[in-house]
């Protein structure tokens, strides 16, 4: 009995393994297109393109760091210490930010005139990577707009290692990145800007930059064709030499 069971499941066995293993053809497969150079003969720029992603850092004056420890400074006295060192862009006679810098006194207190701070909470994470946390601040500016600051600590001092402002939708933290997200004059579209520690640069650098499709864009008006200057000839009425009446015997 044993040894008829066990021919019975080697002949099951050799049944379902009909497959011979051979290698089978997918389909057709596309054929690869490398790159084409344009202009080969163009030759290459001798000046440098747009600093679009310009290093630009500064120590904070004025603010000290206990212990190393970013989350012990006060947020509000570091925007003061920006008002402070840039008076002509928060107090001079042209100052763009000067209803920002009048807000400032509004911070602390309670009701409606502390919503008026133009300072936001801050956010901390290590996004430089040794370790320790950093501080992304917002703060707002007129019209709408939002400057975006993300400090760390160096040799014992605030150093701003970002800064920027724009129309913001939202701000966001993935990782090491801060992703910054705008609106655009296309419909369907906004910008979306991420920031990335860059330790060649010791700074934030705007490492990626791209319009993203986030809805459906309204349908396009169709347009209408433009009016002729003569109507079309089988748009005029023909007359008949029949139809055309014949006076009678009384009116001659």
Not at 156 to 182: F, P, W
Not at 240 to 245: G, I, K, L
């Amino acid at each position: 009995m044993r040894v008829a069971l066990g021919v019975a499941v080697a002949a099951l066995v050799l049944v379902g393994c009909g497959d011979s293993g051979a290698l089978r053809a997918a389909g057709p497969t596309a054929t690869a297109v490398g790159p084409v150079r344009l202009w080969p003969h163009l030759p290459p720029a001798s000046t440098p393109a747009l600093d679009y992603g310009e290093a630009v850092t500064e120590t904070v004056k004025g603010i000290t760091v206990p212990g190393d420890d970013i989350r012990r400074v006060d947020p509000l006295d570091v925007v003061r210490a920006e008002v402070a060192a840039h008076p002509d862009a928060y107090s001079g006679p042209h100052a763009v930010y000067a209803e920002t810098r009048e807000r400032l006194k509004d911070c602390g207190a309670a009701g409606p005139q502390g919503r008026r701070c133009p300072v936001l909470r801050a956010y901390y994470r290590d996004l430089t990577g040794d370790g320790k946390d950093d501080m992304v601040l917002g703060i707002r500016f007129p019209d709408d707009q939002l400057a975006v600051r993300v400090y760390t600590v160096e040799h014992h001092r605030l150093v701003q290692v970002m800064g920027t402002s724009d129309s913001v939708i939202n701000v966001e933290l993935a990782g090491g990145t801060v992703i910054i997200r705008s609106p655009s004059t296309l419909p369907g579209y906004e910008f979306r800007t991420e920031w990335t520690w860059d330790p060649h640069q010791h700074a934030m650098l705007a490492t990626r930059d791209e319009i993203v499709r986030v809805g459906t864009a309204p349908p396009r008006r169709p347009v209408a064709p433009a009016p002729s200057a003569s109507p079309p000839a089988s748009s005029v009425p023909s007359v008949s030499p029949s139809a055309v009446p014949v006076p009678s015997e009384s009116a001659r």
